[in-house]
Every structure is written in structure tokens, then in C-alpha cells.
């Protein structure tokens, strides 16, 4: 039995299912089950990470789980207490997903947030891996409504670049490290294959969309204002401008070759996902008076 957190996240959707492709026995967990839409081969249980008892019930008979933690400065401990109680549930087999940049001096608070759990992971003794995934394709899925409008699209890295990599290649790696044990005690650092702006990745949606996609700068007393708009705390929003200002000093200008050292085949490519995920960014349907 394989358990994944976050199952019905960006990664954890796409763990569950290549797991299910592979014929795995899949358990899920969620905060609604009634609402996640998820194969019908898995199994789907109830889950808070706030609720600890629940996870250990939802984490109980399970051999291995993928581990998606909440992302913030109010998490750091929650993040660990998790991955102590899959190891108190019996889970022999962690993987941790953690973020690029971790532990780097240069980012800053930010780049503490995952410590606890990765270090909780590496203390656990069980087999764990820790992944560290650079920046995601599926970000540029929040410009949907901008490119539909025909709108320019928000810039806050600068002329930074990234190895921006596929979802699909994260999840990719999660479920070989979940599945064999010739990945445990490893930390992978997982990129695309080439450097990216914002601005490359906008010219390559508007040759896959056949559309001009321009962008903008936002400043950061911008972007401050927006984040506290939405609810924010100031050490979150401090946190996520540094993160930005890391890229755009080209903190995160990093490629590996991790993705071909687990799968046997080079990550796909930003022009990959985005041909693949074009009718995202198509225009709304319009229409038109009886």
C-alpha cells in the first residue's frame, strides 16, 4: 500500500496516477473525500494535517508514502510532525517533497521552511528521499485568464532564469523512489534541461498558441500589496519576495541532471508542456444572443 498526501495537488494528483497505471495499490488522502475526483481503483480516506489522529489513521498498513507538506512559516513544525507520524504508523518508505533552494544561505528564511521536514525525514530511520523541484511548468496555469483576455502577463522574476520542469517528471521520480529502494538516502534536485525567464516561457506559449503573450514587470511594493490583499501574513509575504528576488539574481539559474539519473531519459521540455496543455490557455467560448 502506497499512501500519498496532497492527492489531489498539482504532484500528488499526478503520483496517484502513474501509481495506478503501474497497477499499484493506491490510498489517497484528503480533507474531503466526497469531493476529490480521483481513478476509481484508489482508495480514499480521510486526512487533516492539523489533525494528526487522522493522519495516523489515514497512514496506518501503509508501506511507503509521499509526503507533501504545507508551504509557510506557520508549517515548519506541522511539516515535521508528519513525517514522524508516518513513522510511527509503520510507513517504512518516505519521500519528501521538498523545493529547490533549501537550505541555501542566499534565500533566506524562505529557504528554511522545508528543513524540519526533510530533517525529520533523514532522522526517521526508514528508507527516505527527499525531491527538490525547481520551478513548475503548471505556474504559468495562473496566467490563464491574462492570455485569454489577450492580457500581458506578470513578471516578477526579471531577467532570472530557472529550470522550469514538467509536474509530470517530479511525480515521475516519486513513484520510482517510492518503489524501489535504490533511491533511499538520496536528495534529488530535480530540473528541466534548459534555463528559462519568464519571458522565454511566454514567447514559447505564444508560439504554441499562435498569439502574441507579452509581459510586465511587477514591482515588489506591488506584489506585497497583492499578497496582503489576499490574506497574507507579512512573513509569508516577506518569505515569497526574497524567494522572487533569489531568481532574479539568478539564485535558482540551475540545471541537473537528476530527472535522467532516476527515469533513464531526459525531463520534458517547457515547449512540451505547454503544446500539451494549450487548450488551458484557448479562449473562453463566447456566447451569442437568441
Partial sequence: ??????????????VVRQLVARGEQVRAVTRDPARAELPPEVEVVRGDYTDLASMAAALAGADAAFIVGLLGPDYVDLDRALITTARDAGVRRIVKLSAIGTGSADLGRVGTWHLPGEQAARDSGVDWTILRPSSFASNTLSWVDAIRAGQPVPNMTGTGTQGVID??????????????????????????SELLTTADQAATLSAVLGRPVGVFDVPDAVAREHLRAAGRSDEFIDGALAGQAFVRTGGNAVLTDDVHKVLGRPPRTFADWAAAHATAFAAAPTSSAE
Avoid: C, K, N
Avoid at 502506497?2 to 499526478?14: H, K, Q, R, V
Avoid at 509530470?168 to 530535480?190: F, K, M, N, P, R
Fill in 1 to 14: 500500500m502506497i499512501l500519498i498526501t496532497g492527492a489531489t495537488g498539482t504532484i500528488g494528483s499526478e
Fill in 167 to 192: 509536474p509530470h517528471d517530479v511525480a515521475a521520480v516519486a513513484v520510482e523512489a517510492l518503489l524501489a529502494s535504490g533511491h533511499a538516502g538520496q536528495i534529488y534536485t530535480l530540473t528541466g
